[in-house]
């Protein structure tokens, strides 16, 4: 018995060295359908847990600078809060993430209605969009590794084409979650996928995100009308309340009442990054841990948004979360690409793969 209690202390100190993936049975939904939660570990002690429900980060807990770990993302401690109607925490986006004026866009030729469910809009994917599924998890050990996979149907929430999806959710060991998204259709469709966390970075619960420093890798963003609906013109952020090409403070001008910022309510705005292929969109700071975040992506787009409609949310350990006590970095096609054509293409078409990398890297200072 002692030879495999210390057998069994080996194995796990091993598997803690070389990072790991674990997961086990979290709930099951409404239909009956099973949801895991997984735990990727690596050797510094940085953990993310990841649902196959909707394919939601649950958590990331990372030291500060002191090494004390906190898990730096908004959401709940079981699987109930997620089943219901919650603000998208930590979610996988899609078919279409972010906004389609009018919820239809025409595609070579053919004119597509999608779910209207923001107003006159369609936002998210719809009703049934990729957050409310159970998707087919696998664990790739040898990478520390979750791939997840789902096939969207012909036609789902109005989208065209069979959508096989596969998202892969790597830890390293240099302190980065890495995000991989790919797609490949049977018809020309639209497709845009990201996630959605809540990040504060001085650890969830507690308060608002007002404190962060950020900068982002942009000198442009995307004008919108009052639906948030892109008029298709790209207007300078330079000397504005949006500039963060240097960095500022997330509530330095938060409360600016002059355009483009949103009069008061915060920002929730789609900036167009700098730069080519893998790039870095973001870098955020927390400067009472020294926790940083950056952000690198493939995409030619970062959503910033400051949780402005959050109010009185149960969250973890019984935390209440409000406006502002969160931000989100959304990496993407830009919002309306469907409908606008001089914007960077969100169109696949058989034969092609949607790929999509995004890395949220993490150290302290």
């Given at each position: ?212 420093e950020l900068m982002i890798s942009a000198e442009t963003f995307t ?106 970095l959304e990496t993407q096609k830009f919002p309306d690409s469907p ?27």
């Open positions: 018995m002692i030879f495999r209690a210390i057998l069994a202390a080996i194995l796990t100190l091993s598997i803690c060295a070389q990072g790991a993936v674990t997961g086990k049975l979290w709930g099951t939904t409404a239909a009956g359908k099973s949801a895991e939660l997984f735990t990727l570990t690596n050797a510094k002690g940085t953990t993310a847990q990841v649902t196959n429900y909707g394919g939601i980060i649950v958590a990331i807990k990372i030291p500060d600078k002191a090494g004390k770990i906190a898990d730096i993302v908004l959401g709940f401690d079981s699987l109930a809060p997620y089943l219901g109607k919650h603000p998208h925490f930590g979610c996988l986006t899609g078919r279409y993430a972010n906004r389609i004026g009018g919820a239809s866009f025409t595609l070579d030729g053919v004119e597509y209605q999608v779910t209207a469910n923001s107003g006159k809009n369609h936002i998210h994917g719809g009703k049934a969009n990729f957050a409310t599924i159970v998707w087919e998890a696998s664990i790739l050990a040898e990478e520390n590794a979750l791939e997840l996979r789902y096939t969207s149907v012909d036609g789902e929430e109005g989208f065209p084409g069979k959508l096989d999806c596969r998202v892969t959710y790597t830890l390293t060991e240099t302190n980065e979650l890495q995000i991989k998204y790919q797609a490949t259709t049977d018809k020309p469709t639209v497709v845009n996928l990201t996630n959605h966390s809540y990040f504060n970075l001085a650890g969830e619960g507690s308060g608002d995100v007002l404190g962060h004008a919108t009308d009052d639906a948030l609906i892109p008029t298709g013109e790209l207007e300078s952020v330079l000397g504005t309340a949006l500039d963060f090409s240097t960095p500022h403070l997330i509530g330095e001008r938060i409360e600016s009442q002059i355009k483009p910022l949103l009069q008061g309510k915060g920002y929730d705005h789609n900036y167009v990054l700098k730069g080519q292929g893998m790039k870095l969109a973001a870098r955020a700071r927390d400067p009472r841990s020294g926790r940083i975040m950056e952000v690198f992506t493939s995409e030619p787009g970062v959503q910033l948004y400051t949780s402005n409609h959050l109010k009185g949310v149960a969250g973890k350990s019984g935390h209440i979360y409000e406006k502002r006590h969160g931000f989100c409908n606008k054509p001089q914007f960077p293409s969100a169109s696949l078409r058989p034969g092609e793969t949607y790929l999509h990398q995004t890395t949220f890297k993490f150290s302290a200072e």
